[in-house]
Every structure is written in structure tokens, then in C-alpha cells.
């Protein structure tokens, strides 16, 4: 080396010091966060797929908890059911004895005090088997409970902005759907949606601009069902965006007000929810109604000999009806068993390939962080001898 102003040798381990750095920052980093990916310059589209898998698997976890709670609630449902099949059977007992003709009516009055304590212990058992705040074997709060949670999926498909809740008065199959016809000019505000159940218009609403605001609000009945549509303040939300809102969210058949409990147990994309959609992710289940009316023991007596043996055909009736509520709830239980199951083996899976994506290799990153420990040893002797070769230049002076 005849040169002493600019020293290429000098200049090229020094390069090669800096970038051996940054490969040895990233191999502590990983080593000591444990993560392959710490952020997105080291790996963006890896980050973004592990991200949602991340979002996906704790999605998937609370599927999970709502399928204990499920079968927490069953347990509960099948306890009270268990309950009321042996008051039944009791009462079926006490008809039989009061029956029969070796049983004077003094008898039997004493006989029906005990029944007529039985049906009213059946009662308090219905009315008081809650869980969470939910009647179980009533049947009158399903509904409100099914709606409620109809309500939700309604809100969780409207366009951000927009709020649709309605209150349940009837049953039946019907789709209400919408259609925004567009202002002619701009600022007319002669915008107007047209609701319809089954393609008959119910209720037409005039005077929407292209962007609606919390002015614009209203209000419709359809089958006995009220609903009310507002946008929240401070939101602009568009009238073919409302309309679609209400096409995707009103949509009922039986099973969404009859009773039934949805819960949400899988996570694939499609979890619109009861009403809204395909609602592949929800479990519907329902418990029967236990009340004395739906058994038809409400009027049952054994005051008589007559009264009993027609007492006795009622509870027959009323002994299948609770065999129903048992099978029902077995199946659901049998059925939330293998979702559960499901939903593990996805939770397993899904965080297999998120640690695929984000996790550190440690023997591999052990490898590279001693190879860069050496290199970075090597590279600085190296330094050292480029910044030595021009001293060499000396000896021509000499």
C-alpha cells in the first residue's frame, strides 16, 4: 500500500464491523425477548400474520369461557329439571293413591294439600332457577335474553355510527330488508328508504341526504317487532350504507325469538350472530319450559276421584315433557363437549403457527450470536492490522 490519504482496507472492516453490530444487536435482541420478531422491520408480513392469529387465538379463548359458561348454565338447568321430575313423580304418587276407591275424600283433601304445596314448589323452582340474571325453565325471558342478544349481533354488523335495537312481541319467519334510493342533486335531501318485509314495503322514510346525521333517526313495527334506527352523534353515515345495515342485521326465523340461548364458541370469520347472518360460530341451544302451565298441571287437582284419574294422564303428559327438557339438555351438553374440543385443537393450532412465525429459534440464534461473536473478534484484529499497513509507507522514506 503506497497510499496514506484514503485506506480502502480500513474503511472495508469497518463496514463490515458495523453491519456484524446490527446482526449481533438483533441476535441478542431475539435471545433475550425470546421473539424471532421484536419489530416490523424484522419480518412485516410475518408480524402482521402472527398478529392476527394472536387476535384470532384469543378470540378462540373466550369461545372457550362462553362454552364453559354454557355448560355451567346446563348444569344448572339439569340440577332444577332433576328437581321438578321428582316432585312430578311424587305427584304422580299421590294421583294414583287418590284413585283409587280405598280413599275416602277426608283422605284426599289431605292428599291435595300435599299436591297443591308440590305444584306450588314446582313453581318457586321455575321461577327462581336463574343463571346470570336469566330465567331457565320459564320460557317468558329467553326471549327477552335471545333478542338481547340478537340486539348485539344487529349492532356488531351496522355500519360503524349506527344503531339498531328492537324489543320482541312475536314470533315467526320473515326478512325485512331495505333500499336507499339516491337525492336526484346533491342538497336535495330527497333521499329515501324503502323497508320491506318478505318484498312488501312497510314503512318508507323521505327526506335523507346522501349522508345522514344523528338527526335523522326513526322508528318502525314490523310483525309486532319495534325497532328503532338512530346514528350516533357527531357520526355521518351513508343512506346506501343504512340500507345495507338493515338488510344484513333484520333478518329472523323462529329459533331467534322462540326461546333459544346463542352462544358464541368458534371464531371463523362468519360470527355475525343470530339474525345477522350465517351464524356458523354460534350454538343455539334451548331448555323447555317447566312451567305448571306448559306441564298443564296448573289446573290438575285431586280433590276428587274423578280429578285424580284425570290427574294422572296430565302427569304421564308432563313426566315426556320433562323427559324432552332432559334429552334437550344432554345434547346440547354432548354438543358444547365437542365445540369445546374443537375450539382446543384450534387454540393448539393456531399457536403453533403463530410461534412458527413470531418465536425464536434459540439453538439456531445461539449459533449465530457465537459465529457474530468470533467474527466481531476477527473483524476488529483485522482493523487493526489495515490501520497499521500505511505505517509501512515509512520505510520509503528511510
Known amino acids: 500500500m503506497s497510499r496514506i490519504n484514503t485506506n480502502v482496507a480500513s474503511l472495508n472492516a469497518q463496514r463490515n464491523i458495523s453491519q456484524t453490530n446490527q446482526a449481533f444487536g438483533r441476535t441478542v435482541g431475539r435471545l433475550s425477548s425470546g421473539f424471532r420478531i421484536n419489530r416490523a422491520a424484522d419480518d412485516a408480513a410475518g408480524l402482521g400474520i402472527a398478529n392476527r392469529l394472536r387476535s384470532d387465538i384469543r378470540a378462540l379463548n373466550q369461545a372457550s369461557r362462553n362454552a364453559t359458561q354454557a355448560n355451567s348454565l346446563l348444569q344448572v338447568a339439569e340440577g ?4 321438578v321430575s321428582g316432585i312430578v313423580d311424587r305427584m304422580k304418587e299421590l294421583a294414583a293413591q287418590a284413585a283409587s276407591d280405598n280413599v275416602n275424600n277426608s283422605d284426599r283433601a289431605l292428599i291435595q294439600a300435599e299436591f297443591a304445596q308440590l305444584q306450588a314448589e314446582i313453581t318457586r323452582i321455575v321461577d327462581t332457577t336463574k343463571f346470570q340474571g336469566v330465567s331457565l325453565l320459564g320460557g317468558t325471558e329467553l326471549n327477552n335474553t335471545s333478542v338481547d342478544a340478537l340486539e348485539t349481533a344487529v349492532n356488531g354488523v351496522a355500519n360503524a355510527g349506527i344503531t339498531i335495537s328492537g324489543s320482541p312481541a312475536a314470533t315467526g ?9 339516491a337525492e336526484t342533486n346533491p342538497g336535495d335531501g330527497d333521499g329515501t ?3 320491506s318485509v318478505d318484498g312488501n314495503p312497510v314503512q318508507t322514510v323521505s327526506g335523507l341526504g346522501a349522508a345522514l346525521s344523528d338527526a335523522d333517526g326513526f322508528s318502525f313495527s314490523v310483525n309486532g317487532l319495534s325497532f328503532s334506527v338512530s346514528i350516533d352523534a357527531g357520526e355521518t353515515v351513508a343512506g346506501a350504507d343504512l340500507a345495507t345495515a338493515l338488510t344484513q342485521s333484520l333478518s329472523f326465523d323462529a ?17 355475525t350472530g343470530p339474525g345477522g347472518g350465517a351464524g356458523a360460530d354460534f350454538v343455539s341451544m334451548s331448555v323447555q319450559d317447566l312451567t305448571l302451565a306448559t ?8 280433590a276428587t276421584r ?3 284419574v284425570a ?3 296430565t302427569l304421564d303428559s308432563a313426566i315426556a315433557n320433562i323427559s324432552s327438557a332432559f334429552g334437550e339438555i344432554g345434547a346440547a351438553q354432548n354438543r358444547l363437549d365437542f365445540a369445546q374440543a374443537n375450539v382446543a385443537t384450534a387454540i393448539e393450532n393456531f399457536s403453533a403457527a ?10 439456531a440464534e445461539a449459533s449465530e450470536f457465537a459465529r457474530l461473536q468470533i467474527l466481531q473478534q476477527s473483524q476488529i484484529a483485522m482493523l487493526a492490522q489495515a490501520n497499521a499497513a500505511p505505517q509501512g509507507v515509512l520505510q520509503l522514506l528511510s
Open 173 to 181: 319467519d320473515f326478512a325485512i330488508t331495505a333500499a336507499f334510493t
Open 193 to 195: 328508504l324503502v323497508i
Open 255 to 271: 329459533d331467534d325469538l322462540a326461546g333459544n340461548l346463542q352462544f358464541l364458541v368458534s371464531v371463523s370469520g362468519n360470527a
Open 80 to 83: 332444577a329439571t332433576n328437581q
Open 311 to 313: 290427574a294422572l294422564g
Open 354 to 363: 403463530e410461534s412458527v412465525i413470531r418465536d425464536a429459534d434459540f439453538a
Open 306 to 308: 274423578d280429578d285424580a
Open 295 to 302: 306441564l298443564g298441571l296448573d289446573a290438575s287437582s285431586l
